[in-house]
């Protein structure tokens, strides 16, 4: 098979949560692949820091906004197309999870914020970008989930909760935009090294529970991701819409 069919050579990329661990991994791989590519943040000295690392693996920009408003969403989706010219591919990939312990004690401001940034602004940003995808004859969405959306974990809660929503929202998509050439695929992480889940693989029991659960007992790096993405995105995956993929090292098999 054609190595082409992994090419994002043309194609225009909008990474949120791109600054460090799976985000940054995924916009780093779509660089080396040929993609113009935007990432997210929020805070100004990691987004610096992040697309000055990142420049050396092809052209990529960083754009400072909080995707959990509103507001930012029309505005996110504009820069990137007044930057490059269009845009063919959206990763939802930033996320909360406030909280750790157990459901009873989320307080509905916890709740309205790990809902607006990990479902609400994965809809609208879509929403925002799916014009801009018409006008390219199609795209790609690659939504960032976990491995708590198919098996709930104690302690994550609403986390969880959030992803169950962002697997069906996924799904939906696919259903209502495949006609339109608008694949949408979410991929469901388990336990990564990366800062957004240390308080985890940190903790020696819940890691040891981990690796005596995984068919492959080593603790996946934030690369791991960035390939099924790479493949979701590019022309390889041309036939997939809809899909769910674990990449957990066989723990929820």
Not at 18 to 32: M, N, Q, S
Not at 129 to 136: E, T
Not at 218 to 223: F, G, M, T
Not at 226 to 232: G, I, Y
Request: proline letters at 4%; a neutral charge; glycine letters at 10%.
């Amino acid at each position: 098979m054609s190595s082409d069919r992994f090419s994002l050579a043309g194609k225009v990329a909008l990474v949120t949560g791109g600054t460090r661990g799976i985000g940054k991994a995924i916009a780093r791989a779509y660089a080396e692949a040929g993609a113009k590519v935007m990432v997210v943040g929020r805070k100004e000295p990691a987004l610096s820091d992040a697309v000055a690392d990142l420049s050396a693996a092809g052209t990529v920009q960083g754009l400072s906004a909080n995707v959990s408003r509103l507001e930012e969403h029309g505005r996110i989706v504009d820069a990137v197309v007044g930057a490059f010219g269009a845009l063919d591919i959206l990763v939802n990939n930033a996320a909360t999870n406030p909280v750790f312990g157990p459901v009873q004690d989320t307080t509905p401001d916890v709740f309205d914020k790990i809902m607006a940034l990990n479902v609400r602004a994965p809809l609208e940003l879509a929403k925002a970008a799916r014009p801009h995808m018409l006008a390219r004859g199609g795209g790609a969405i690659v939504n960032l989930a976990s491995i708590g959306g198919v098996s709930p974990e104690p302690g994550l809660g609403i986390y969880s909760v959030s992803k169950a929503a962002l697997i069906s929202l996924t799904q939906v998509m696919a259903k209502e935009w495949g006609k339109d050439n608008i694949r949408a695929n979410v991929i469901c992480p388990g336990l990564i090294k990366t800062d957004f889940s240390s308080a985890l693989w940190q903790n020696d029991q819940i890691l040891k529970h981990m690796m005596r659960n995984q068919a492959l007992a080593r603790l996946a790096e934030p690369d791991d991701i960035a390939s099924l993405a790479l493949f979701l995105a590019a022309e390889s995956a041309a036939f997939c819409t809809g899909g769910v993929y674990m990449a957990d090292g066989g723990y929820t098999i």
